[in-house]
């Protein structure tokens, strides 16, 4: 830190500094706990005329072993200093703030909707899978996970975001583009808006079944809801004079549009053709992380030529599935015999299939409700047509 910027931070109180010297430096490579971060030129005005500003977070447990090191000084920086820094005014982190500045939030992001759910006790998840007492006997310094605590915390990372997937508040919009990109798979023209708003409230209903829940205003029907939604995103979708669904055709090109086209060799076409298609899976990608589980079965029994199929036959190609998925979505890999069975039970309420003694029959499907099943099928297509 130079002398010129130390002056600076002379107004500032309880910043402490110090001075590593290249030998300690290259200690330091021998310690775990030790994050380093370096502020670049963007965090702040008054940081971004110097150079090697370097910002260390280090451990208590970590500071023993600096004693034998001369020439370190060890500095702490509040949240008032890097509030001071930002030339911004620093308030204070509350619920209560969070509360109060639900009108600047909603006129700039929509609708905002908070659930304080219950709280999770790490001690109580991993139970007796983490032994405290290995680590006593190591080195202060040596840190490092047992191959069981470090699928506990895999573990428990997977449970935190099943958790948030399970309080997920959607708009009708990312239903829409998961049945419009099921529709211009297969044919390149218009969807029915009747059609289309069918289609939305039945996906609803499984999203329901996950926890989640679709975000509607009160007193305005689903009619009304997948129109405007439809309104909002008219970059994407229009509704035509005769009550049809169809991509918006912009015939304008911006400047910006491009030089992205000159610099990636791209043709105009390709541009025009992709984007939107790229569009409406970001959209729809939303909510195929709630309805993967009825799309893996769906997706079986679209794929399956026999009539029936055994539970363990079943489960058999649904791992199968979930191994190829994995970095796609995230499973609970001790819970995967519980997530297919209660989409199997979801899927024979909705009259899709026949579930009874350990056996699925699959040609019980009414022609009528096909639809239902290539819908569901249809949205792991990207997936694995990319994994090709």
Aim: with cysteine; net charge negative.
């Amino acid at each position: 830190i130079t002398a010129d910027f130390t002056g600076k931070l002379a107004q500032f109180q309880h910043v402490y500094f110090y001075r590593i010297t290249a030998d300690f430096t290259g200690k330091l490579a021998h310690f775990q706990h030790v994050y380093f971060y370096r502020i670049t030129a963007d965090f702040t005005e008054e940081l971004a005329q110097f150079q090697h500003v370097y910002f260390y977070r280090i451990t208590a447990d970590f500071t023993e072993e600096l004693a034998q090191f001369q020439h370190v000084y060890f500095y702490r920086i509040t949240a008032d200093f890097t509030g001071k820094l930002a030339h911004c005014k620093v308030s204070s982190y509350s619920v209560e703030g969070l509360i109060k500045a639900r009108s600047i939030l909603r006129d700039n992001f929509g609708s905002i909707f908070m659930n304080i759910g219950d709280p999770v006790s790490v001690r109580e998840f991993c139970g007796k899978q983490i032994d405290r007492s290995l680590h006593s006997l190591q080195p202060r310094f040596k840190f490092s996970l047992t191959p069981m605590e470090q699928q506990v915390t895999m573990d428990l990372a997977v449970n935190i975001i099943r958790t948030h997937q399970r309080n997920l508040v959607l708009s009708h919009f990312p239903l829409v583009c998961l049945v419009m990109g099921d529709h211009l798979r297969e044919e390149h023209c218009g969807a029915a808006l009747e059609s289309v708003i069918a289609r939305v409230a039945w996906l609803e209903e499984l999203v329901n079944q996950t926890g989640a829940c679709i975000a509607s205003q009160d007193g305005v029907t689903r009619w009304d809801e997948v129109q405007q939604q439809i309104h909002v995103h008219s970059n994407l979708f229009t509704v035509t004079s005769d009550m049809k669904v169809e991509l918006t055709h912009s015939e304008s090109e911006s400047t910006h549009a491009s030089d992205t086209i000159h610099s990636l060799k791209l043709s105009n076409k390709v541009i025009k053709e992709a984007l939107p298609y790229l569009a409406i899976y970001h959209y729809g990608n939303q909510a195929i992380q709630l309805l993967v589980h009825y799309a893996m079965v769906a997706l079986i029994i679209v794929t399956t030529r026999t009539s029936s199929l055994s539970l363990e036959s079943l489960f058999s190609r649904y791992q199968g599935l979930q191994k190829i998925l994995q970095r796609e979505f995230v499973f609970e890999s001790k819970k995967s015999l519980e997530d297919m069975l209660s989409a199997l039970e979801v899927l024979q309420n909705q009259e899709i299939l026949c579930y009874e003694e350990s056996r699925v029959s699959l040609d019980k499907t009414p022609d009528n409700l096909q639809w239902k099943v290539n819908l569901l099928a249809s949205l792991l297509s990207p997936f694995l047509e990319g994994y090709k």
